[in-house]
């Protein structure tokens, strides 16, 4: 087996043009969240559980955990997105009753919230 890249006939440029990077800074987006009971089965395959701290998503992988901020009073709450949504315009992110009611009381409805992948 080659000990060196050269000797396997690599180069560093041949492996970053191949390569996958991940950035370490968290990207942010900011929209309107809201929650849901839908029950049944999330797109993951998982058992939907109003009482787990999960979210629905449209884009980001499932098990990627994301910190959410009530843009109005600073609470956050950490959920591992397990499902897809919202199809609602202007709204990124729909949470458990459990980890809406951790930012907001449900009555509430809608709030403005910052996602950040962590």
């Avoid at 990207?27 to 998982?46: N, Q």
């Avoid at 956050?76 to 709204?91: A, L």
Wanted: net charge positive.
């Amino acid at each position: 087996m080659p000990k060196t890249l050269a000797a396997a006939g690599l180069t560093l440029a041949s492996l970053a043009a191949t390569a996958v990077f991940f950035s370490p800074v968290a990207s942010a987006e900011t929209c309107k969240a809201s929650y849901y009971d839908g029950g049944g089965t999330t797109a993951s395959g998982e058992p939907f559980d109003p009482n787990k701290l999960t979210a629905a998503h449209k884009t980001l992988p499932f098990g990627t955990k994301v910190k959410v901020k009530n843009r109005s009073n600073g609470k956050t709450v950490t959920v591992r997105i397990n499902d897809r949504g919202p199809y609602v315009t202007g709204r990124c992110i729909d949470l458990t009753p459990k980890a809406f009611k951790a930012i907001a009381p449900l009555s509430q409805g809608v709030v403005g919230v910052t996602v950040t992948r962590i």
